[in-house]
């Protein structure tokens, strides 16, 4: 998309790309997710360790602050010190968090204009009806609508054309003027002076509706989908960070980072449920299947860097 942030706009045309050669949305989830995923175990594997060494010398800075603790700024100095000679960086434990979330923010904007390319091509399709079940995933009927028992098989004119910033800026627009055409006739675009762009007009709004009537006779009477992707997404990603959780050392209930771990445990899945409930279930998709990924890769990394031998090691040093 012109003038978005690049990662997203590479994401998504290679998710198109992989598309365009297995033709099926859920497996070129999987082969992105998975090739994703592989990219960024580097760095789980590198924050794991960087979390055993943290682990294994707060014996030592607990001495520390408790030796210097009417005096913070040596207790710090000194605890800094400690931490460079053994090669211990504070920040090693945030480094999934800084690559994770910038990714999951581009992919939420990957999947949702690639819905708004899926649902352009129902609306200038010649064979609109076959293309709309196509889009149908087990339970869910258009997999580019949210899995929440309440979103229409098919977007409402008045939240599509809300997004026509977004829409006006589709690459597939800008690679397929034709397609600008054929909106141009069914009146909810314009072309002024050879530049197209979306009109977000009640007349504009009545014509996408008057469009897509005809569509959604296909599913008349069926909802979009029953909340099972966002609970199941909820689910796997609490599983996630529970495991993650049982891999680390026990913290002290009174330690302020024992607290905030615990609320992390907790955040996360709700997050991921709000977020699959309100963006489409293609998304829901990748994130299960990231849920997943990480599970299998806790699981490894608990048996790799185990809860006994870190706190053994620690009480060594």
Not at 24 to 46: H, K, N, P, Q, Y
Not at 104 to 127: H, M, P, Q
Not at 199 to 214: E, F, S
Request: aromatic letters at 14%; one cysteine or more; hydrophobic letters at 50%.
């Amino acid at each position: 998309m012109q003038g978005d942030f690049f990662l997203t706009t590479w994401f998504l045309e290679a998710m198109k790309w992989v598309y365009s050669n297995v033709n099926s949305v859920f497996f070129t989830i999987l082969i992105c997710t998975v090739v994703l995923r592989g990219l960024t175990l580097f760095s789980d594997i590198a924050t794991r360790k960087s979390q055993a060494k943290m682990n294994g010398i707060q014996p030592e800075l607990a001495k520390i602050q408790k030796k210097y603790a009417n005096d913070p700024q040596k207790a710090q100095m000194m605890s800094q010190k400690l931490m460079k000679e053994r090669g211990v960086s504070m920040w090693g434990s945030c480094l999934p968090l800084l690559i994770t979330m910038p990714l999951f923010f581009c992919f939420i904007a990957a999947f949702r204009f690639w819905g708004y390319e899926e649902t352009i091509k129902l609306l200038v399709s010649d064979n609109a009806e076959e293309l709309l079940r196509s889009f149908r995933f087990l339970w869910v009927n258009n997999i580019w609508q949210p899995d929440n028992g309440l979103s229409p098989v098919i977007q409402e004119g008045s939240k599509f054309l809300a997004s026509v910033k977004d829409l006006d800026r589709l690459l597939y627009l800008q690679n397929n003027p034709e397609v600008w055409e054929k909106l141009v006739q069914l009146g909810i675009a314009v072309n002024e002076g050879g530049t197209f762009h979306f009109l977000n007009t009640q007349a504009a709004i009545d014509a996408y509706n008057a469009a897509v009537q005809p569509l959604l006779q296909v599913y008349a009477g069926h909802n979009n989908g029953w909340f099972i992707l966002p609970l199941i997404a909820g689910g796997t990603q609490f599983l996630a960070n529970w495991i993650m959780q049982k891999g680390q050392p026990a913290q002290d209930p009174n330690n302020p980072a024992a607290s905030t771990s615990k609320m992390m445990t907790w955040l996360f899945p709700l997050m991921s449920l709000w977020f699959c409930l309100s963006y489409n279930a293609a998304f829901a998709i990748y994130w299960i299947l990231t849920s997943v990924f990480m599970v299998l890769v806790n699981l490894v990394l608990n048996k790799k860097f185990p809860r006994a031998a870190v706190t053994q090691e620690g009480g060594k040093r």
